[in-house]
């Protein structure tokens, strides 16, 4: 641990040389230990690097032979956190330190309350490569690694950012663990997240850190049509409590009502929308156009609609909607059993034209699915088949086809999109989503990676595989090219 006592002058640097000949000479030794090795079958390794650790350790403790000193201030407190380190080992992890200590063994470092208080862990790192750390530290432990440029520490914080989307938290983490990703140009963590609150925005919208979503981080998150959340009427009412505690620029908040989807919503809550909602009152000339759009795109037949009115945009294109109208939940218990079947309505069209048209769609689900490259092969011969087919070759497989043909399905495809939900941190939420149209009946690498044979896989919850397949009707007038 560091001490908290005064700088004292710095140890000479005859241990700085000495422990470079050790490090240097275990080197050799292991390089040769290797090829000594060989392939002898007698050959063993004797391994004392844990006892190694310790000893760096303690020398960070006691500071002993220490020939550097980092005094550590903030604006917030007069007094210092001082570490007597040693130059080796700190410039072999930092090429920062490794230039502020060539001609000086005593620094002033100055850091914000947040990384200082993490700095005698990050210190810790340097000597022994290893950190634990908690939510609510990633992001300072992440400057830390940041500023003195260690590399593999930076990695490390990222990927645990990554893999802990998903624990819970008093006030939120991932919209402030986006927000900083964007500041210091983390694309793949900025991707992590972005897909995590969209796949799960429905939680996001409840929780407290809805309130901090950024203008920016609203408007990509509403230009997404892979949204799973129950309604486009619970994405309303969310931006509608945004932008009354927000309350930003007029020209801003026409972008955010303008970029709701209002043809998903029913033409009852439309209605009391324009009778109730005070948002919606205060900036209804806005938006005037796209709700007058909404009633007629309700009214009428929407291919007789898509005669008259521009509709290849993700206006008229459904999110992935919860309700029972779009789809159902699957719940497969013990799914590497056999295989399972099941069958689920949904509306025809998001118009009301439609609203009493329902389809009937018939789901398969097989846990150990062979392709044909892989069958056994059967010949007139007596050894039989020439190809043992292995269960072990199998994969889950999700096929969702239509149970009936109609006239209505003239002019219309249809888009299956299939939530696996697991359980994180006592949550459940959606890990992946597998999208495929019409012309596929079948979800390409369904649960490639999954092991459902093992009870304690992350894809199952209580044994059992929690599934919730979504049918967003799209007409073909949506998808093609205007001449």
Partial sequence: MGRLTGARPAATHRWGSTATAFLLLLLTVQAAQRAEL???????????????????QELLQNGNSSDSVLRVRTAASDEAKVFHTHQLLLSLQSEVFEGLLRNQSVLTLHEPPETAALFEKFIRYLYCGGVSILLHQAIPMHQLASKYRVWGLQRGVADYMRSHLASESSQGHVVGWYHYAVRVGDAALQESCLQFLAWNLSAVLSSAEWASVSVE??????????????????????????????????????????????????????????????????????????????????????????????????????????????????????????????????????????????????????????????????SDSVSGAVQAARIEDGRPRLVVTPAMSSPDFAGVSFQKTVLVGVRQQG?????????FHQSSDEAADFLAHADLQKRTSEYLIDNSLHLHIIVKPVYHSLIKAKK
């Fill in 427 to 435: 949550r459940v939420l959606v890990k992946h989503a597998y999208s």
């Fill in 217 to 378: 981080l609203l408007l990509l998150l509403l230009e997404r049509s892979d949204l799973v959340l129950h309604s486009e009427l619970e994405l309303y009412t969310a931006v509608e409590s945004w932008l009354s505690r927000r309350q930003p620029e007029e020209a801003v908040a026409e972008r955010v009502l303008r970029a709701i989807r209002y043809p998903m919503i029913a033409p009852s809550q439309l209605f009391r929308l324009q009778a109730q909602s005070a948002v919606l009152a205060r900036h209804h000339g806005a938006v005037r156009d796209l709700l007058f759009q909404a009633f007629q795109f309700h009214a009428a037949s929407p291919l007789h609609f898509a005669k008259y009115f521009d509709v290849n945009c993700s206006m008229f294109l459904p999110r992935n909607y919860l309700a029972p109208s779009w789809g159902s939940q699957w719940v497969i218990n013990n799914p590497a059993r056999d295989d399972r079947s099941t069958s689920f309505q949904t509306q025809l069209g998001p118009s009301s034209h439609d609203a009493g048209k329902r389809l009937t769609w018939n789901a398969l689900f097989s846990p150990r699915w062979l392709p044909v490259s892989l069958r056994p092969v059967y």
């Fill in 38 to 56: 060989g392939g002898d079958a007698t050959a063993a390794t004797i391994n004392h690097s844990l006892t190694l650790l310790q000893r760096l």
